[in-house]
């Protein structure tokens, strides 16, 4: 496989993931906010201003939002380089100069997707568009994942994009984690909503489609420390950041099969990542939760940069 | 749904004959054609639109702010050719595809045909698409014209005339394959009744026989196609000839030459490759050699293809054969190489270069078709008949100031064909063409059975260029 297509497949991968989490973010935060426990939580502007953040442009406390403006600019602003709008058509762009080696259905489902978000009407989406845009992007980014286990070669080109996939899904899940971890402590002090049993923990699982899973796993209300145990931790929850370390490993393997000591190689980095998470205490990374968010993001992007000047020097 | 077709008896209509009767071949499809309601075709239609949409056979079209994405039109009623005439048109296509390969040879070569008269020299050397840098070179195989694409129309005495060879790099052949597909998903019903050559078999015979030119030494031959990038309006087809092949799409980043031989960059390190089908004009194919300023090739490319170690499809140079001044020679080049009568027509044409040719043009530009030698996709040209008198001497200017650059022609009827028109909701006359794919390998040789029908949508214009605002049609050889 070609260098720059491996590289470009590699951010169809990313740009489609990303999508999806944003659009459930956007979704989820939205909506549960509508009925919220305390009087911060329902606050318009503080659910802005966390939606701001986790797509990476964070406001001030002292900048007054427009809710219309925020949302267009998140789902369907072409001039925003984060909107949703902007990653399905990178990840259209990038699967189109790749046409040739993914298969036709995995191509129509792409393209499907982009004109369904591009001609989606601006009036339309924030008169009552928000839950159907959100939802369908969702539910268009999981067709496209079946399109690829289902209708691509279970090959080097399948892993680089599953690498890509999952190196963004832990991103993302880092991202949504950093962003409700903010809430939280943000949303503390009204009648017993204190930062350990927020109601944010629920809004953070089910950003990440993980709620139901997880009551069935602890069997009690989320707080604090069982959240971010399962998210991060759980390698059988498939959105934690084991389980997309899990993957990452196993898609280099195919890529690079070598069992050779070779320090240097992409493999070995995501390795050595991935055992450093594997046998970690929840309480470890509690103690400083955002020192872990910088050093996981620093280690996923370290990972992304090898695997550029490994495969996709060209 | 063809109460309201009107027959115009001037023209050669391809599914009625002169008075009005439906011909045999065509009756069954009409039939059932008929049982649909107008409203029912236009839904068909409507979504055999978005199926082209969804699949993403689009083209760019640039306007003020924005690029928009359109689909190729495609007509819902197909066009139908028998067995015999079949026959005809395909060994026409071979015949002239061979016979321009052997004038490729000799021209770069030992120039015989010139030599004995039967050619001017100024015909070559006064073509902007002569390579020197061919002369001499052996093509793998003797094979220059890889792929033909043999445009052909239907005047109104019922038979076949070339227009034009485009020997550079044809494109449309994805176009034949999707417009199967397409009328397929709609109206499956009626492939029960006719037996169409199935067209989804190009890629596999295009690869056997690119593998037949193979450069010497090489055992499994490594195949890629050239692209100028995603951007490029034929992009859709060289990612659809590169995925039915089953080799890779690169862009001229992708590769390198060392040591005059040629490497893909891959996940992997290099790789040489062996054949390369390209869909890059001569002039960027290398800077080295070409164009200096061409970012879409790759330097070396030509050194290596020099020494044999590669094979380019088409080889570079081809156009100086596809010229419109040399198309005029056709019948003597055939008769010349192949010892046979050609087998399709050629139009007549006057060579402006000529000056009593040129003074004929002059006297009777109403009804002659004044067309560039060298410009492809219709542009430059002139239909007498709808000139105005300011433009007639516009044009008549234009062929004293450059008489090499124009040949003329009677104006040809093309046939119509039934097709529909979004705009009147009904069935109308338009002008068809036929565009023939050829494959030479080495001893080996392949004819796309259907071709494009291409349509001009505008009432009564005779260019069906897709850029001039053509459509196109599914069209069935019926197997014998």
């Given at each position: 496989m070609l260098a720059r297509v491996a590289n470009n497949l590699y951010w169809m991968g990313r740009y489609i993931e990303r999508s999806e989490h944003i659009a459930r973010f956007l979704n989820v935060n939205y909506f549960s906010s509508l009925d919220a426990p305390n009087a911060r939580s329902q606050d318009r502007q503080f659910v802005l201003r966390s939606m701001l953040f986790m797509v990476g442009e964070p406001v001030g406390e002292d900048v007054v939002l427009e809710e219309d403006e925020v949302l267009y600019k998140i789902g369907l602003d072409a001039d925003f380089i984060f909107s949703i709008r902007n990653n399905v058509k990178q990840a259209r762009e990038n699967a189109n100069s790749a046409r040739d080696l993914i298969s036709t259905e995995l191509y129509e489902a792409i393209n499907k997707f982009y004109h369904f978000v591009l001609n989606y009407d601006r009036e339309a989406f924030l008169k009552n568009g928000l839950h159907d845009f959100t939802v369908n992007v969702a539910e268009m980014t999981s067709v496209l994942r079946g399109k690829i286990r289902g209708t691509l070669l279970h090959d080097s080109l399948y892993a680089i994009i599953l690498m890509g996939v999952n190196i963004e899904r832990a991103t993302q899940i880092i991202r949504i984690i950093n962003t409700k971890y903010q809430d939280a402590m943000n949303a503390q002090g009204s009648y017993g909503d204190k930062f350990g049993n927020s109601f944010e923990w629920t809004t953070l699982l089910k950003c990440a489609e993980s709620y139901d899973m997880m009551r069935r796993f602890y069997k009690k209300t989320p707080i604090s420390i069982t959240t971010l145990e399962f998210l991060?931790?759980?390698?059988?929850?498939?959105?934690?950041i084991m389980n997309s370390l899990n993957q990452v490993y196993r898609h280099i393997k195919v890529l690079d099969p070598s069992k050779a000591y070779n320090k240097n190689s992409t493999a070995f980095l995501v390795g050595k990542v991935r055992a450093e998470y594997q046998y970690k205490y929840i309480e470890e990374i509690e103690q400083d939760v955002q020192l872990f968010i910088e050093q996981i993001l620093n280690s996923l992007s370290e990972i992304s940069k090898k695997m550029e000047s490994e495969f996709f020097n060209y | 749904m063809f109460s309201s077709y009107q027959l115009n008896h001037d023209l050669y209509d391809e599914i009625f004959e002169d008075h009005g009767k439906i011909k045999e071949v065509y009756k069954k499809l009409f039939d059932i054609y008929g049982e649909h309601s107008i409203r029912d075709y236009v839904n068909l239609n409507e979504k055999a639109k978005s199926s082209f949409f969804n699949q993403g056979i689009t083209f760019q079209v640039y306007d003020k702010e924005k690029t928009h994405e359109k689909i190729f039109p495609f007509d819902l009623f197909p066009r139908i050719i028998d067995p015999k005439e079949w026959k005809i048109i395909e060994k026409g296509s071979v015949q002239r595809s061979k016979a321009l390969n052997l004038f490729l040879w000799d021209i770069y070569h030992d120039k015989n045909i010139i030599k004995q008269g039967i050619i001017p020299m100024e015909l070559i050397s006064s073509s902007a698409n002569y390579l020197d840098q061919m002369n001499g070179i052996d093509p793998a195989g003797g094979i220059y014209n890889h792929i033909s694409g043999t445009d052909i129309i239907k005047h109104n005495d019922g038979k076949y005339y070339v227009l034009e060879d485009n020997i550079r790099c044809p494109s449309g052949v994805s176009y034949v394959i999707c417009n199967r597909t397409a009328l397929k998903r709609a109206l499956f019903g009626v492939f029960n009744h006719y037996k169409a050559c199935s067209v989804t078999n190009y890629a596999e015979n295009l690869l056997d026989l690119l593998e037949t030119v193979k450069p010497n030494g090489v055992d499994i031959p490594n195949v890629v196609v050239i692209t100028p990038g995603m951007y490029n309006s034929a992009f859709y087809e060289h990612s659809y000839l590169a995925k039915t092949m089953g080799v890779e799409l690169v862009e001229g980043r992708d590769l390198f030459v060392e040591n005059d031989f040629v490497y893909m960059k891959t996940i992997r390190g290099p790789e040489k490759v062996d054949i390369i089908y390209r869909r890059v004009d001569d002039a960027y194919l290398d800077p080295l050699e070409f164009n200096p300023n061409s970012t879409l090739g790759v330097p070396g490319l030509f050194a290596a293809y020099k020494k044999g170690n590669v094979t380019l499809a088409n080889a570079p140079g081809t156009g100086v054969a596809d010229d419109k001044a040399v198309y005029t020679y056709m019948p003597e080049i055939i008769k010349y190489y192949l010892g046979e009568e050609p087998i399709l027509n050629n139009v007549h044409t006057y060579h402006c270069s000529r000056p009593n040719e040129l003074k004929y043009v002059l006297d009777h530009i109403q009804d002659l078709v004044i067309k560039p030698v060298d410009e492809a996709g219709g542009y430059g040209i002139s239909i007498g008949n709808r000139l105005g008198k300011d433009e007639i001497s516009l044009v008549k200017k234009q062929l004293q100031a450059n008489p090499r650059k124009y040949v003329a022609q009677p104006i040809m009827s093309l046939s119509v064909h039934p097709t529909y028109i979004d705009k009147s909701e009904s069935f109308e006359q338009r002008h068809v063409d036929l565009r023939t794919f050829t494959v030479l390998g080495k001893d080996k040789e392949f004819v796309l059975k259907g071709g494009l029908t291409r349509v001009a949508l505008q009432k009564g214009n005779l260019i069906v260029n897709s850029s001039q605002g053509g459509g196109s049609k599914d069209t069935w050889v019926l197997k014998k």
């Open positions: 991060i931790l759980n390698p059988n929850c498939p959105r934690s | -």
